[in-house]
């Protein structure tokens, strides 16, 4: 061995000791002391110089996918910081897997860690962020049971709120976040399909219906699994790392945008100004689905002849206006009969049909299939007899 190696190995050996003693002390202390990623500034016009640490919360009951998906926006984003400095830097991010009362989840058997990551684990971080991922549920009581089972983490989220960290939430997950009081007076995003649950439970929390994603004071909320990748993506931009977050989410998030610029074959784009009389009939439909409408009431909100409302409607959307009509009071049964216990007939009154007998017509011409059958095969409730039974929660042991 000469000289060099043999420096280089003692090195390595007082490194080692000091990471055993600093750990046996309960620092966090670890292998990597230089934390600036300043072989990113040139590359990176976000001008980043501290690591950030995801703390991502693994509470009973979780989705586990959504947990990976963080990890691999988070493992994408340390990728390209290295791509971009042309050789192996400290990584900007690292990840820890938390348990509700901020002790480390052994990564072991639930998601693979390089040698380069778990040393990134242990490194000081010098920003922060907790991640609460989104929880299965099978009833609206269930995922009560299963919050409350959960309650330890809400001293975690007010003591990181406290100190001014960042804070991510997706899905069910927002319920802990709720139960944390941290969202009061935030708009939250939450799927149509939990939000009469939400409301009942956290009244004083706005809920966001426009936007699947809600930026506030620390605070990115998603209101699906299927938006925790852009999420992530915006905690990284409030964070500084802008320009990697915007070179990743063309990897992980749709660009309808930039999909339509490589089509080779051009394609007619019809623009409808909010004061164009096709808008206006739509709108007007919309606010109506559910009161018995004539043709030449949306015709008379749209400020246009009836015979001028039909051309509009067969040239821009390829169909008269009854059957747009028709279409909006279906896909609004479709969501009655997959969520509620209504009877075909209430939802047939509500759907602005007079005759049930009509509106199964309607239904099976548009759907190919009866309203009993539609609630048969797409249901998302469990039969009203067991709903409130414990044993659905066997499922989350």
Known sequence: MNAAQAAKRSKFLIMGISHFVNEAHGTNAGLIEDRQISAIRGANS???????????LVPKGCLLGSVYSVIDVLREVNSLAAARAGRRVAMPLSWQLIDCSGQSVSARYVCYASHQERAAARARPDEQVVVVPPLMMITIPGLRRLVQQNAGAGKLLREACAQQQWIAGCGLGLWILGKSGLLAHQPTPLSWLYQSGFIADFPQVPVESEHPIAVGRQMVLASSPSHIHEMTLKVLEALGLSDLAGAA??????NPERQHLVQTIPEQVVGVSRDAPLHRAIAWMEAHAGESVAMGDVAKAAAVSERTLVRLFQRHLGKPPLRFLNEIRVKRAQMWLQVTWRSVHEIAQASGYGEPAAFRRMFHQVTGMTPAEY???FTMRTPRA?????RFDDVLT
């Open 386 to 390: 067991v709903w409130q039974l414990e």
């Open 375 to 377: 609630r048969r095969r």
């Open 249 to 254: 989410r063309d990897k992980f998030c749709a």
């Open 46 to 56: 976000d001008n980043k110089s501290a690591m950030v640490r995801f703390r991502i």
